[in-house]
């Protein structure tokens, strides 16, 4: 064998467990991901039955400084997390404009989470059954 196909070989294992890893992290994704939906999905059905009436959601600009309206209902769970009364999460911080004060802001379902600030600072981490259930008890 030469070295050639020793570093050729060596490239191939690399590259079957990266994929392999790249898989098995796609797969926790989407299983994490359906699990945080199903939790939204009874969080909407619990404040519905509650009485706990959706708002409509402002966006905050990434400075902080402005807010734009959405054309969301739902419930904030942090200043800049909502779920929407459609069971969505949003992230709403966004790139604000001029424009954007006047017309409001478009923002998209984000995929949940199921622990929110994963990597932020100390104290900003907390997991979505957790920040549910404080907003379901306020």
């Known amino acids: 064998m030469t070295e050639s196909d020793v570093a050729a070989d060596w490239a191939a294992q690399r590259r079957r467990a990266i994929d392999t890893h790249a898989a098995n992290l796609a797969h926790r994704e989407s299983a994490e991901a359906t699990e945080a939906a199903a939790m939204l999905a009874e969080f909407v059905a619990t404040a519905t039955a509650r009485g706990i009436e ?28 909502a779920v929407g009364a ?10 604000g404009s001029l424009g954007a004060l006047f017309t409001g802001v478009t923002v998209q379902p ?23 259930d404080l907003r379901l008890g306020e």
Not at 54 to 81: E, H, I, K
Not at 86 to 95: P, Q
Not at 119 to 132: K, T
Request: charged fraction near 30%; charge should be positive.
């Open 54 to 81: 959706p708002v409509r959601l402002a966006a905050t600009s990434y400075d902080g400084r402005r807010r734009f309206r959405t054309g969301l209902r739902g419930w904030y769970l942090r200043p800049n997390l």
């Open 86 to 95: 459609d069971g969505e999460f949003y992230v709403l911080s966004v790139r």
């Open 110 to 132: 984000s995929r949940a989470r199921l622990v929110i600030g994963e990597g932020g600072r100390d104290g900003e981490r907390i997991s979505l059954r957790a920040l549910l």
